[in-house]
């Protein structure tokens, strides 16, 4: 069984920043794709960003520019530094990572942007 410990939510404000941290639980596995998802109050699941083992990233058009992911693979933990916040940002973030064929999930850490 994987498991993923996310950290580094809290409460910001707008214009400010904060990383996010996901470190999958260690073993005799190899972890594949990594992401971050979020989803606001009222609002489907949606992906922010996503980079595969090699380290090439893709983001959601909302947060081009703003959002760097990155991965270190020896400690099996993905980042996500998130630059000039915005209230719309504000969601609980999941990571997910896809390890033997089967996607895993965090439990979910908030972030708020207040104005």
């Known amino acids: 069984q994987v498991q993923l410990v996310e950290s580094g939510g809290g409460l910001v404000q707008a214009g400010g920043s904060l990383r996010l941290s996901c470190a999958a639980s260690?073993?005799?596995?190899?972890?594949?794709?990594m992401g971050w998802y979020r989803q606001a109050p009222g609002k489907q699941r949606e992906l922010v960003a996503t980079?595969?083992?090699?380290?090439?990233?893709n983001y959601a058009d909302s947060v081009k520019g703003r959002f760097t992911i990155s991965r270190d693979n020896a400690q099996n933990t993905v980042y996500l530094q998130m630059n000039n916040l915005k209230p719309e940002d504000t969601a609980v973030y999941y990571c997910?990572?896809?390890?033997?064929?089967?996607?895993?999930w965090g439990q979910g850490t908030q972030v708020t942007v207040s104005t």
């Open positions: 260690r073993g005799f596995f190899t972890v594949n794709d």
């Open positions: 997910n990572a896809w390890v033997r064929g089967s996607r895993y």
């Open positions: 980079i595969t083992r090699g380290g090439s990233p």
